[in-house]
């Protein structure tokens, strides 16, 4: 299982990567393998406010349902537009072309509170 | 439910191909290999192999066997020559479904049923009772592997001999093979060429093995459910259940009531058949994206709930949504526009004619 180790991780298996006060959100490489082929995507639109812990959108693989759970709180700049035609971008690029949402991050302190990898990692290995 | 699951006796050659394993109908089954989508395809553009071992084998043998399986299903068949086999229906009294089975007439007093895994069961009390001392159940003594798909006929071929190659849907025979016996026929559940085995459970991993080695990709359940909707063919305990009867399911074709022999829920059925149909069971195809699922309801334009879908899912062949649902007749012509709640998210959908899918003629 790849775990990149600048990003932080929540126990909703979703990654954050920090930039500036700018975040990318996705699922982990952990959480694709788990679903299956992913076929559908639902994502909020930009300007959307998200709060920390709710649910954002869901992503659908042929057997299953996962609902999407924000990491941090803060408004939706761009959803990654290219999973309405290719999802399984999240199968094959979790951490990379399989991004879901950039956020404009209200508290960067809130990443920092998330799981570091090999904390991320002991979750899911003690799941 | 502390009962523990019963294990296929191909499980190690399933693990050392990746398989992910899940339990349905009691038993721990594959669901899928490398990935769903990949083994939809195989079958669809190549060759794939499924273990359908879970499903409840049946022998009925002696003079009268044909009679005594007709006497519990809505087909009439003692028509079947030898050498051919026939979808059929177990009822009730009430003419409900009570399950959906394949019979085989192997030879003159040699009759094979396959029924589902979940009904296995009473489908053996039922045919038990229905000639006593004669029925013996094999399930767990062979298995039973489906290989289907456009190449499936020469893989079938290159395994078990050129003479599978000449046989019509729906013909079955006891070929020797490897030193024993493979029952063979021209059957399936995907809506693809191909055919069934069942052989012992000796011969069963040199079987897997040479179908394998022929070009066969192995296939989980997951696929076969997804290949089984694309054809429309339905699944009992989803799309049909004894709330249902084969009229309203779409499966009169599978009841026989022009001759006289008694067979359970025949007076029912026969009322059933000259009532005017409320329901019929609707094909429907997402217009948008989203994946319609089981259990998800189903409104009419004016908003009104009106059913549920018995099955849904994404459609790896079409690339959108498909489902079926119990609709209103007037509700069942191709084209109406219906909405399907997904989760909170209204998916506008179209009654289409059955199937979703079907294999361009060879």
């Not at chain 2, 071992?53 to 009925?60: E, F, I, K, Q």
């Not at chain 2, 008694?262 to 948008?288: D, M, Y």
């Amino acid at each position: 299982m790849e775990l990149p180790a600048d990003l932080r991780y929540t126990s909703e298996h979703e990654w954050v990567r920090l930039d500036g006060d700018e975040g990318t959100v996705g699922i982990t490489d952990f959480a694709q393998e788990q679903l299956g082929d992913v076929v559908y995507v639902e994502l909020p639109e930009a300007g959307t406010q998200l709060v920390q812990g709710d649910t954002f959108g869901t992503v659908e693989s042929v057997k299953a349902v996962s609902d999407l759970f924000a990491p941090v709180s803060g408004e939706v700049l761009e959803r990654n537009e290219a999973l309405q035609d290719a999802p399984e971008l999240v199968n094959t690029s979790p951490y990379g072309d399989g991004w879901l949402l950039k956020l404009r991050v209200e508290e960067p302190a809130q990443v920092d509170a998330l799981l570091d990898a090999a904390s991320y990692r002991s979750e899911t290995e003690s799941a | 439910m502390t009962r523990a699951l019963l294990q296929l006796a191909l499980r190690d050659r399933h693990a050392a191909r990746g398989a992910r394993f899940a339990p349905f109908a009691g038993w721990a089954m594959p669901v899928q290999y490398g990935g769903i989508l990949e083994e939809h395809a195989a079958v669809r553009n190549g060759v794939g192999v499924f273990d359908v071992s879970h499903l409840g084998r049946v022998w009925v043998r002696g003079e009268g066997a044909g009679a005594a399986v007709r006497s519990v299903s809505t087909y009439d068949v003692t028509q079947l020559e030898p050498g051919r086999a026939h979808y059929s229906l177990y009822c009730t009294q009430d003419g409900g479904i009570a399950d959906d089975v394949f019979v085989y007439h192997l030879e003159a007093e040699r009759w094979l049923v396959v029924h589902n895994a979940a009904n296995a069961a009473a489908d053996y009390a039922r045919l038990a009772a229905a000639k006593q001392g004669a029925v013996e159940e094999v399930t767990r003594a062979t298995v039973m592997l489906a290989v289907q798909g456009p190449e499936a006929r020469a893989t079938l071929g290159a395994v078990l001999g050129a003479e599978v190659c000449d046989l019509e849907l729906h013909d079955c025979r006891e070929l020797s093979w490897g030193g024993g016996a493979v029952i063979f026929a021209r059957t399936g559940y995907t809506g693809e060429d191909g055919g069934e085995c069942i052989t012992d459970r000796k011969r069963a991993g040199p079987l897997w093995d040479a179908l394998v080695e022929a070009g066969a990709a192995p296939v989980g359940l997951g696929a076969r459910d997804t290949l089984r909707l694309e054809a429309a063919l339905p699944l009992h305990g989803n799309d049909i259940d004894t709330d249902r009867h084969p009229y309203e399911a779409g499966l009169g074709w599978a009841v026989t009531l022009q001759d006289t022999a008694p067979f359970t829920g025949r007076e029912a059925l026969v009322r059933i058949k000259e009532r005017p149909r409320e329901q019929r069971l609707g094909h429907l195809r997402a217009l948008e994206r989203g994946v319609p699922r089981a259990g998800y309801p189903v409104y009419n334009s004016a908003g009104e709930a009106i059913s549920r879908l018995t099955s849904g899912a994404y459609s790896p062949t079409l690339r959108l949504g498909i489902g079926m649902a119990y609709l209103p007749r007037a509700l069942t012509e191709p084209g109406t526009r219906l909405m399907v709640d997904v989760r909170g998210r209204s998916l506008p959908m179209e009654v289409v004619r059955r199937p979703f899918y079907k294999r361009a003629e060879a």
